[in-house]
Nanobody
Framework: QGQLVESGGGLVQAGGSLRLSCTAS????????IGWFRQAPGKEREFVAG????????YRDGSIKGRVDISKDQHENTIWLQIHRLALEDTATYYC??????????????????WGQGTQVTVSS
């Protein structure tokens, strides 16, 4: 029974940086893709970045691309999401998730079986 726990959220000024952590436990997630998603109030949950078991990374297109880095430790039980140059529109609850989506569906929330409880990121002006 796998678990994912996010941490590292908080209140940050626009232009700042933040590193979120996702700690996996309870089972091995080898072969899974770990994805970071976010959900702002009144909006749908959206894919931000993902990393595969062998380290292949994917990023969301748009304004956030180029401002985020996803990485994992060598033991593969912690996955980080570094966000640079935070903007007001980055305010959201950030979730990590594990699943086995195909390459063309890495953004699809329904392809992820395990979800953390989320960590709130609030960007102030």
């Amino acid at each position: 029974q796998g678990q994912l726990v996010e941490s590292g959220g908080g209140l940050v000024q626009a232009g700042g940086s933040l590193r979120l952590s996702c700690t996996a436990s309870g089972r091995t997630f080898s072969g899974y893709i770990i994805g970071w998603f976010r959900q702002a109030p009144g909006k749908e949950r959206e894919f931000v970045a993902g990393i595969s078991w062998d380290g292949f990374t994917r990023y969301r297109d748009g304004s956030i691309k180029g401002r985020v880095d996803i990485s994992k430790d060598q033991h593969e039980n912690t996955i980080w999401l570094q966000i640079h140059r935070l903007a007001l529109e980055d305010t959201a609850t950030y979730y990590c998730a594990a699943g086995r989506p195909t390459d063309t569906r890495v953004w699809a929330t329904e392809k992820y079986n395990y979800w953390g409880q989320g960590t709130q990121v609030t960007v102030s002006s």
